[in-house]
């Protein structure tokens, strides 16, 4: 175990789904109920990763604060957004210098972006509807080298599956309304 992580096991993992790329495959649900205004609940389905089912019955609340007619009351969809980015983002950071044998004191990392709610809410077409640049900043302390964080953060932007999902072009169906 370095930093957490234990390196056998994520061994193992990775020589499991080499030899059977099924039990590579994670698949994810939730499910959003409207709550009245802008509230929303969402809870979390059982994940499947490869062939084994993992019980997930999760629940957390999105809102809005005052001023986009909510109470302030929960997270917004847009911190959600940059929070399940930076855990996965945080998740690759910590394995990938722990495969390394870098020892780590702390590491937070800092997401912001910013949105124009005026293309949100229609008032100029010419303004971009979501984020048009989200920045990240690590602070790490640790007994690695500046060119061994920066190494890292590559990798991160590689493959981090949230990163690439946002970078990326990913297909959204709509299944039925």
């Known amino acids: 175990m370095l930093n957490g992580i234990n390196l056998d096991g994520l061994e193992q993992y990775v020589k499991l789904i080499t030899e059977k790329p099924a039990e590579a495959i994670s698949s994810y649900c939730i499910t959003a109920k409207w ?43 847009q911190e959600y957004l940059l929070g399940g980015l930076a855990g996965c983002m945080m998740v690759g950071f910590v394995a990938g210098a722990s495969s390394k044998g870098i020892k780590l004191e702390s590491v937070s990392l800092t997401i912001t972006g910013d949105l124009n709610l005026r293309g949100f809410l229609n008032v100029d077409e010419t303004a971009p509807v979501g984020f048009e640049e989200i920045q990240f900043n690590y602070d790490v302390k640790g ?34 309304v």
């Open 35 to 77: 709550l009245g205004g802008v509230n929303t609940e969402i809870t979390t389905h059982n994940q499947m990763v490869g062939s084994k089912e993992i019980n997930k019955n999760f629940k957390f609340t999105i809102g809005e604060p005052e001023e986009l007619l909510g109470k302030n009351a929960y997270p917004t969809p």
């Open 143 to 176: 007994d690695g080298t500046q060119e061994d964080y920066d190494a890292i953060i590559n990798n991160v932007q590689q493959f981090s599956p949230n990163y690439r999902t946002i970078t990326d072009n990913v297909k959204l169906s709509v299944i039925k």
